[in-house]
């Protein structure tokens, strides 16, 4: 059976689809529009016996005109979801997004709602979110990095009063308050990643003062696919604003980017998802925390659990393209 990615060009990118891919060989697909190409429609829906996951909302127009082409065609296709977060209506959104909502909202509940569209998701606390709307079985794909997800004990470039926010850089993710905060504690803060388009210059300098305070850099963007230099740094800064159960639930990108290369996580204490799987280990630490810089760490233990969630990622996506379902 032949498996076919079909998402946008940024996710197409993305480690979450590299991951999928080694587990099980597929094409990949990078929309261009929201709006399918009628040729691309076209050769989508010629395809027989193949296995479509759609990614995010982005790709929910496609999945629905080639879902419906292909029953009309009596095409036996399988098709899967994979939800990258819930779908929010942001009452300070621009005009065009709001507008663009509604369909999306549509189609989204169309797709929850439909028996043979099968449904996978990046947590455990957002598939029980969507177990629940559409009362189907949803399986949880981790988004472990593709080939280097096990940290190794190799410990020598690293200086321990290092801290480090990679990413994008907006207030909802790091306030000058925070760096502030951690370079009372003895932390030395820098910056990778780039400030949104609609970042304030006031906010730009006040956090670029405070980290040049801590004794921290800004190192400008960064390649996701070469993370090394985050080999010098000894904790990742996750602390983040918002309080959604996109963000309660989530595990995202960066925290099993940090933890292949063995950074402490210095996370929100409302990160119930990443606290609960990895606090354990000595590898992620709550903000409320007083900074313990000897604290035991028990890397077996992490490269235990992280070894059973690409396991079952495998399992997982297996499952669903073989049209077995998975369910532990």
Known sequence: MKVIHVCSASTARGSRIEAQVQAVEADVIALVSMLPKLSLVSKLAKNKNSTFIFHEQYSLVTLFIVYITSFFLSRKNNFIYDIHDILRKKSSAPLKAKLIFYPLYFLESWVLKRGPIKLVTVSSGLA?????????????????????????????????????????????????????????????????????????????????????????????????????????????????????????????????????????????????EVISNFYDTGFVLTSEEKLNRFSEKDLDKLNDKLRYMNERNHLVLKGLVGNTGFSE
């Open 128 to 272: 029980d979110y969507y177990k629940e709307l559409s009362e189907k079985t949803v399986e949880v794909f981790y988004n472990l990095i593709p080939g280097h997800f096990l940290p190794s004990k190799e410990d020598s470039e690293r200086r321990i009063d290092q801290a480090i926010y990679f990413g994008q850089i907006y207030e909802a993710r790091i306030t000058p308050e925070d760096v502030r905060k951690l370079s009372k504690q003895g932390l030395s803060v820098s910056l990778s990643g780039r400030f949104p388009a609609s970042t304030t210059e006031k906010y730009r300098q006040e956090l670029l003062l405070e980290v040049d305070k801590s004794g921290g850099k800004f190192l400008g963007e960064y390649a996701p696919s070469d993370l090394d230099f985050l080999k010098q740094f000894s904790y990742s800064i996750m602390l983040f604003g918002e309080t959604s159960e996109n963000i309660i639930h989530c595990m995202p990108n960066k925290l099993f980017q940090s933890l292949s290369y063995g950074l402490t996580c210095l996370v929100s204490p409302h990160l119930k």
